[in-house]
């Protein structure tokens, strides 16, 4: 009768993991997605189309082009979504820490896991914190003419933002494959109750 208990208890644990982990790295898909298909070129599109133009409130010596306005704007949105993201792997790590308590999958399968979700974190940590944070800062306190295309005519800092815009969109797409292994490994994940319904059948 425990043991029945238990195997039930580990099933309904091993249940809510997956959910948790599918739940966390879907939205944070979609969040990827959204972003990149639905906001960025959205805001530079109609910014663009509208010719929009008009001042910094917080930096009027701040010259404004409709590059400076949709980069206002997406970048503001990219603030909102580090907070889904935060969030999101809130979810995973508590759907991990229910795996590995319940075994739910093979010990192999839990090990490439774990190590997908620690590089995860690491990458979120390094491109929304301290590359996405230089940005802002640069973004917020540095008056650079996003008009200007030509690398000689740049400021230092319009090059450094550049630079670290290439970096935070390369570690973010990064991390958006390792959530989509996360995503098909959990999918495919057996639970204990699928393994007893397995040795069954």
């Known amino acids: 009768m425990n043991r029945l208990l238990n195997t039930q208890m580990e099933s309904t644990g091993a249940r809510w993991s997956k959910l948790l982990i599918l739940l966390g790295a879907g939205i944070w898909l979609g969040g990827f997605i959204m972003l990149g298909y639905g906001v960025a070129p959205v805001n530079f599109g109609i910014a663009q189309q ?28 990219i603030l909102r979504l580090n907070m889904m993201e935060s969030l999101s792997l809130f979810l995973i790590v508590i759907g991990m820490v229910l795996a590995w308590n319940t075994k739910a999958g093979t010990d192999r399968n839990l090990i490439f896991r774990t190590i997908v979700v620690l590089l995860v974190t690491a990458a979120f940590y390094y491109y929304a914190i301290r590359v996405g944070g230089r940005l802002t800062e640069l973004r917020s306190t540095v008056p650079i003419d996003f008009s200007i295309t030509e690398n000689a005519l740049k400021s230092v800092a319009h090059l450094e933002f550049d630079r670290l815009h290439k970096t935070y969109t390369r570690v973010a797409g990064f991390t958006m494959a390792l959530l989509g292994l996360l995503f098909v490994f959990s999918v495919f994940d057996q639970t204990p109750g699928d393994k007893a319904e397995a040795a069954g059948n």
Not at 55 to 71: D, H, K, L, W
Request: aromatic fraction near 8%.
């Open 50 to 77: 509208w010719e929009l133009e008009g001042s910094n409130p917080a930096m009027p010596e701040q010259p404004v082009s409709y590059r400076t306005i949709g980069g206002e704007l997406t970048g503001n949105s």
